[in-house]
Nanobody, 121 residues
Framework: QVQLEESGGGLVQPGGSLRLSCVVSGGIFGIYTLAWYRQAPGEQREYVAAITNSGATNYADSVKGRFTISRDNAKNTVYLQMNSLKAEDTAVYYC???????????????WGQGTQVTVSS
């Protein structure tokens, strides 16, 4: 059973940066496709970015060019570097692990606690 622990959120001003981390335990980390999702207040959870086990990346249009997903297989960790943050990026951010890129959060049953990102002046 996969366990997910997100960290790195906080309060940042518009235009600022944050780096999120997610440690994935259970299973074989190196074979997973890893992804980030987010959920803003009153909104449905949405896809943000994914990275395959070969390092291929995919991004939602809303974050393309601003966010970068990466992974460190030696540390069982996936990262999300977020630059040029906007107020609309405010959300709880979650990671997950699977075997394909999926933009549908409903494909996952298990989630971590998430990490809050607030972009505000």
């Amino acid at each position: 059973q996969v366990q997910l622990e997100e960290s790195g959120g906080g309060l940042v001003q518009p235009g600022g940066s944050l780096r999120l981390s997610c440690v994935v335990s259970g299973g074989i980390f190196g074979i997973y496709t890893l992804a980030w999702y987010r959920q803003a207040p009153g909104e449905q959870r949405e896809y943000v970015a994914a990275i395959t086990n070969s390092g291929a990346t995919n991004y939602a249009d809303s974050v393309k060019g601003r966010f970068t997903i990466s992974r460190d297989n030696a540390k069982n960790t996936v990262y999300l570097q977020m630059n040029s943050l906007k107020a609309e990026d405010t959300a709880v951010y979650y990671c997950n692990a699977g075997h394909t890129i999926t933009e549908n959060p409903a494909d996952f049953i298990q989630w971590g606690q998430g990490t809050q990102v607030t972009v505000s002046s």
